[in-house]
Nanobody
């Protein structure tokens, strides 16, 4: 079984910083990409940032210049450094990864359980 486990959420004041981590574990042959989504109350889940095997990354327009996604291949871990946080960044942040469990397996999408980020004074 494949698991994605997030950590690093919490309460922070506007302008502050947080670093989220997501570690993948289990039967993993290859991780195609990993990323972060978020979902605020009453809103749809949206892609915040994603990083591929080639270290290409994409960001939601509203977080460009403030958030940075990075990846540690050896640890099968993806990070999201969030700076200059705003109240509108408040949401549950979910780790996502497209992962193959074996050479013959189709790549599948896996999700973490989510971690709450609250930006408030």
């Amino acid at each position: 079984q494949v698991q994605l486990v997030e950590s690093g959420g919490g309460l922070v004041q506007p302008g502050g910083s947080l670093r989220l981590s997501c570690a993948a574990s289990g039967s993993i042959f290859r991780i195609n990409y990993m990323g972060w989504y978020r979902q605020a109350p009453g809103k749809e889940r949206e892609l915040v940032a994603r990083i591929t095997t080639n270290n290409n990354s994409d960001y939601l327009d509203s977080v460009k210049g403030r958030f940075t996604i990075s990846r540690d291949y050896a640890k099968k871990t993806v990070y999201l450094q969030m700076n200059s946080l705003k109240p509108e960044d408040t949401a549950v942040y979910y780790c996502n990864g497209e992962i193959k469990k074996s050479v013959t397996d189709w790549p599948r999408n896996y999700w973490g359980q989510g971690t709450q980020v609250t930006v408030s004074s």
